[in-house]
């Protein structure tokens, strides 16, 4: 498969891809270039394979704590998860989470360090 300027969403149709964490993981149209030719099926299953390009892309990020926070305060938990650890969340939860944060329960630094250790971890474990 050739992917030329194809849309993320028709990428992971096309390959039909796990939506959740594709739209996490591929941003961009050089994002499922580089996903396909480097990461697709290397693995038995396409969801193992998106989590090999996610490590890929979390050991290349250059986002620390300061910039995690800073992403919170200015577009919310939602964006920073995604663009910080490539990890999506629903709305629902980014409420919860926020809550969570206002409320005291947990803190942005405690959920970026959580997160940092291990980035598979379900954010809503620290919540509980």
């Known amino acids: 498969m050739t ?9 992971v149709n096309s390959l039909k891809l796990p939506r959740a964490v594709s739209h996490a993981v591929l941003e961009n149209t050089e994002d499922c270039r580089s996903f396909y030719s480097g990461f697709y099926g290397r693995n038995e299953s396409a969801l193992e394979d998106l989590l090999d390009y996610r490590e890929k ?11 995690f926070v800073q992403m919170c305060l200015d577009n919310g938990v939602e964006h920073a998860l ?7 969340i629903t709305p629902n939860e980014s409420i919860f ?9 947990v803190s942005l630094e405690e959920i970026y360090m959580f997160l940092k250790d291990d980035p598979n971890n379900n954010i809503l474990r620290i919540m509980l």
């Open 57 to 67: 892309k979390l050991a290349d990020s250059n986002v620390n704590i300061n910039m």
């Open 97 to 105: 989470i926020t809550k969570a944060v206002g409320n005291g329960k």
């Open 3 to 11: 992917v030329k300027y194809i849309s993320v969403d028709n990428f």
């Open 82 to 88: 995604k663009k910080a650890f490539f990890t999506a």
